[in-house]
Every structure is written in structure tokens, then in C-alpha cells.
């Protein structure tokens, strides 16, 4: 039942990602630029228009987009995604070395968004209508219309050239990577804050938890044995979901923080129009947020007993 | 009886204040104490005073007619934006959801790949792409957020041809456009309407933030999102240039997301 269920989920996952890399392709496909253009554009030269012809038949650009798009697979599956047009270092080696510093970024601040926003949400719903749960709710209001790049320049201002605790640019030392992780956090604790408390207040109104009460189990019993059990799963499911708010997100907080991170190599990429290397970026990141996913789902599927013994919902 | 006034009160508040903005952002070009393009060395980054009251950017812009001026470039395009999206999203919907068979199978297969990936990055791809522009941009967010819709739209229809007033519809004789735009929108319209009610300032924030990245709106015109972006290198110099247009983009933002939750609890109560 376990292995149909991942097997069934794999092949799901794989066709999620041939479509969106073949989404990419078809776009760059569109792009008012073609790569032989580029390659000479970013090395300074004017090319003649032969040049151009001659680039463009070593590059394989006069192929239609279907055949490069297998050219391109079959050695993206090989590990060869291309050499970036602008320095000419392989993609992979680019992305690897810079991949490790985003991971630390997106899922350190993913730990720290559970660690501050559980407790906030329970406590949230426990004081539902009262004092502490209104204060949490406009804080966390202002948390989620907060624009990002806002936040960080503020908190650079704040505690770099204010205060002049941390440095404006940061790198990989945890004292370097407190300003980045906060401007991650805030907003998407924010957001899950307001969600596990959706999530708590609502199990709270069941009829099993009337139940328990009349059995005479006191409310820290029934938070911990049967509310909080039933709120993982929908919580988990969010997490899985909101990796890819906090992917998407390292792009404009490494950028703000000068963070050598594949998503400030991304923006970069794009202002040179670097076409190989924003294309390994996709390709990364939707096998990281595809295997997150799987894995919060395998979670949620091995969490709940009824599918885990193969009843019928 | 008493509750429902307040919320009442609430809405009215927020409409208002909603209202506010658009007007603010439609009359921003008369409003601007100054030409928001016109370049003055003499004063450049000078602090907040009496004549200039955010201050001035490195070319000596004034800041406050920036921030109106910028108004109508993010209203426009958030509306642009959320109507072709929640058009092309309620078309494919309904289409879908009433013919059902092949074409709905495919058209929900190629969204279940758009919603199955980061909206954020495939925008900065698509935009990257693409080249930076204004309307490459909402090309990219469209591209990915129209899916929400064409599933909400889906869902609703599928739920309401069941229905036994849709059924009459049929057997009296009524036909497919007929039941599609007399019987069946005007059921779905408020639920889709209050959704991009509660989306408008997320992709405000998204178009910003990609604006932010210099993937959107082209200097020299004023933009909240590339504002900011101009202003970091300042920050230790004239952290008034990113402090206004901040502030501004947040309280937009807060604005329009108290609207859609006011708007969801007048209509759909359920939920809260």
C-alpha cells in the first residue's frame, strides 16, 4: 500500500518536473535574445550576423525546441547542464558550490519559522478573543503584509547601520546569517501563525473534543492527546508547500544581503541573461521542492492510521 | 443583531479607506508637489523638510511625488494583472468544468504542474527570460496564478450542474451559453470576486518584489518596488528614500488585505 502510494507519487512528481523544465525551455524558446547572441553580447563582441550563424549551428539553436529540449535532458540526467554564456564555468559546478549556502538558509529559517510559530498558534487559539490572541493577530497581520525586501532593508538599517551589531553584507557565519533568516521568518511565521490557529480553533469546535471534555480530561490532556495529533497533518502539508514561498524568497533576500547563495546568482544570471544558468536554477529547485513535497506527503500519508492500514477513505 | 453593524462599520471603514487609495493613485499626477522626472543636482539627497516633505533622491527627484506618481503604476498593474487573470482563469474554469471530457483533463494536468512549483521562482525564470519589463512580469505571474482560478471556477461549476435548477434549465430548453452565463456565473462571480479580493495585495507584494529585483518597471518611471531597490545603496546616507516607499507599499498592502478578509466575512461568514 506504502510503496503503491510513493510509486504513484513518483511518477506524478516526474511529470511535474519534465513540464515545467520544458515550460522554461519553450520560454527562453520566446526570449527576444537567443543564446549565440548572448554568449557574444556578454564577452563584449558585436557579432556579424555570420558569426551569429555559425554560433548558433555549434550551439544546436537551429534545432526545434523539442529536439534541444531532449539534447538538453539527456545531459541534464548526465549531470551536464551547460556552461554559463557569461564566464563559461559549467552550471553544475556553479550551482553546487553555491546550493549548500541556500539549504542552510531556506531550512534553517524553515526550523526556526516551526519553533516560533507553534506555540504562538496554540496560544493563539487557547486565548481565542482575548488579549494575547488579538496581539498575535495584529502582529501577525502586519508580519503578512510586510513586503519582504522592505523588511530586510529595514533590519539592515536597524541593526547594521544603526546599531552596528551585524554587517550589512553578510556571509555564511551564523552572525552573518541572522539579518536574512529574520527577513524570511517574519513573514512566514506570520502566515503560519494565523494557520495553525485556523487549524487549533477549529478541531477545538469538534464534537470528540466536547467528548473528551465530558469524560472529565482536562484541557492541557485533550490539547496534547487529540488536538495538537490532528492539526500535524495539515500543518505538515503547509510546510511542504511553503518551501517554495522560502526558495523564491532567498532570491530577493540574497540579493539585499549580497548572500553567496544560488539565488543571488539567479538575479545575477538574469540581468546578463545567462539562459544555461537560470535554466539549472529551475531545474534545482523543483527537485528540491518536488522531494520536499514528497516527503511531507509520504508524512502525512504514513501519519494518519487509516491510510497507513490501507482502509478505504 | 449588534455585531452585524459593527462588521458593517468595519467594511465601510476599509472600503473607504480603499477608495482612498485609488483616488489618491488616480489624481497622484496633479497632487505631485513636483515633476516626479525632473532632475535637480543641487538637491540631490536632501532630508525631509518644509519643501520637500520625504525628502530627495540622488538626482534630486522629490520622493513624495515619486511615491504618488508611483501609486498609479502599481494600482494599474495589479489590476491588469487580476483581471486577466481572474478572466482567463474563470474562462478555462468554466469551459472545464461544464464540457468536461479531454479537454478539461489536460487543461487541469498542465495546471496541476503550475501549482505543483514555486510561483516566485518560475516568475523570476519566466521574467528573466523574457527580459525585464513591466509586462513581461505580469505575463510571468499570470502564467502561474491564473491555475488558481481556472480550479476554483472548475470545482464551483462541476458542484453547481448537479444542481436541480440547472437540470430545468436544460429541459426547458435553454442552451449551453445560456445556462453557462445566466444560470451558472452569476452563482460563482461573488466567491471568485472576494478570492482576488484577498489576493490583490499579495500580488501587489509579488509584482514589487519582482520590481525590487529590476525585473518590472524601467527607471526613470517611479515604481514603489524599483524605489526601494534605488534606495538601498543609500541606506546609510538617505534611509528616508526607502523609508516612505516602504511604508506606503505596507499600508497599501494591509489596506487591501483587511478588504478581502471584510469582504469574505460579509459573504461567505462561514469561514471565520
Keep these: 500500500m506504502m510503496r503503491q502510494f510513493i510509486i504513484k507519487r513518483l511518477v506524478s512528481l516526474l511529470l511535474v518536473l519534465l513540464g515545467v523544465t520544458f515550460l522554461t525551455f519553450l520560454v527562453t524558446d520566446l526570449a527576444p535574445s537567443d543564446g549565440a547572441e548572448m554568449y557574444y553580447l556578454s564577452r563584449g563582441i558585436t557579432p556579424s550576423e555570420a558569426a551569429l550563424e555559425e554560433k548558433r549551428e555549434e ?89 519582504n525586501f522592505w523588511l530586510g532593508l529595514l533590519l539592515t538599517y536597524v541593526f547594521a547601520v544603526k546599531l552596528g551589531w551585524l554587517n550589512v553584507i553578510s556571509d555564511n557565519s551564523f552572525k552573518g546569517m541572522i539579518l536574512p533568516m529574520m527577513t524570511l521568518v517574519i513573514p512566514l511565521a506570520s502566515a503560519y501563525i494565523r494557520q495553525i490557529r485556523t487549524a487549533v480553533l477549529e478541531e477545538m469546535h469538534q464534537s470528540y473534543v466536547i467528548g473528551a471534555r465530558a469524560r472529565g480530561m482536562n484541557d492541557k490532556e485533550i490539547l496534547l492527546e487529540y488536538i495538537l495529533p490532528h492539526c500535524i497533518a495539515p500543518i505538515i502539508t503547509l510546510l511542504g508547500m511553503s518551501i517554495g514561498h522560502l526558495l523564491g524568497g532567498t532570491a530577493i533576500v540574497e540579493t539585499i544581503f549580497s548572500y553567496q547563495g544560488i539565488g543571488s546568482m539567479v538575479v545575477d544570471a538574469i540581468r546578463v541573461r545567462d539562459y544555461p544558468v537560470i535554466q539549472g536554477y529551475v531545474i534545482w529547485m523543483a527537485v528540491i521542492y518536488v522531494l520536499v513535497n514528497l516527503l511531507a506527503d509520504i508524512f502525512c500519508y504514513w501519519q494518519n492510521p487509516r491510510t497507513r492500514r490501507g482502509v478505504k477513505q | 443583531m449588534k455585531k452585524w453593524q459593527r462588521s458593517d462599520l468595519r467594511l465601510l471603514i476599509i472600503s473607504g479607506l480603499a477608495v482612498l487609495l485609488f483616488v489618491l493613485a488616480i489624481l497622484g499626477e496633479w497632487l505631485a508637489p513636483y515633476d516626479p522626472l525632473e532632475v535637480n543636482y543641487a538637491l540631490s539627497l536632501k532630508p525631509p523638510d518644509n519643501t520637500h516633505w520625504f525628502g530627495t533622491d540622488k538626482l534630486g527627484r522629490d520622493i513624495l511625488s515619486r511615491v504618488l506618481c508611483g501609486a498609479k503604476t502599481s494600482f494599474s498593474l495589479t489590476l491588469m494583472m487580476l483581471a486577466v487573470i481572474v478572466v482567463v482563469g474563470l474562462v478555462i474554469g468554466l469551459v472545464c468544468g461544464y464540457v468536461k471530457g479531454w479537454t478539461d483533463h489536460i487543461i487541469m494536468r498542465i495546471a496541476d504542474i503550475l501549482l505543483a512549483f514555486p510561483d516566485t521562482i518560475f516568475a523570476i525564470a519566466v521574467a528573466g527570460i523574457l527580459g525585464a519589463g513591466v509586462f513581461h512580469t505580469v505575463f510571468a505571474l499570470a502564467l502561474v496564478w491564473w491555475t488558481k482560478y481556472a480550479r476554483l471556477t472548475r470545482s464551483l461549476v462541476i458542484d453547481l ?112
Aim: hydrophobic share 45%; charged share 15%.
Design chain 1, 59 to 147: 550551439m544546436g539553436l537551429n534545432q526545434p525546441v523539442i529536439v534541444r529540449y531532449f539534447d538538453w535532458l539527456k545531459n541534464a540526467l548526465h549531470g551536464d547542464l551547460g556552461m554559463s554564456f557569461h564566464d563559461g564555468e559549467p552550471v553544475m559546478r556553479q550551482l553546487t558550490r553555491k546550493l549548500p549556502n541556500t539549504l542552510k538558509l531556506a531550512f534553517g529559517s524553515l526550523a526556526l519559522v516551526i519553533v516560533i510559530s507553534l506555540p504562538l498558534g496554540v496560544l493563539s487559539a487557547l486565548y481565542h478573543h482575548r488579549w494575547p490572541d488579538y496581539l498575535i493577530r495584529f502582529l501577525t497581520f502586519g508580519g503578512i503584509s510586510m513586503p
Design chain 2, 161 to 272: 450542474s448537479k444542481k436541480d435548477y440547472i437540470c430545468a434549465a436544460r429541459l426547458a430548453g435553454a442552451g449551453h451559453i445560456k445556462i453557462l452565463f445566466v444560470y451558472i456565473l452569476p452563482e460563482i462571480l461573488p466567491k471568485i470576486l472576494v478570492n482576488a479580493a484577498l489576493d490583490t495585495g499579495s500580488m501587489m507584494l509579488s509584482l514589487a518584489g519582482l520590481s525590487f529585483l529590476g525585473l518590472a518597471s524601467q527607471p526613470p518611471s517611479p515604481e514603489w518596488g524599483y524605489m526601494l531597490y534605488e534606495s538601498k545603496q543609500f541606506m546609510q546616507t538617505a534611509p528616508w528614500m526607502m523609508f516612505y516607499p516602504g511604508c506606503v507599499l505596507l499600508m497599501t498592502v494591509m489596506i487591501f488585505n483587511l478588504l478581502g478578509d471584510c469582504l469574505r466575512d460579509k459573504l461567505d461568514p462561514k469561514s471565520e
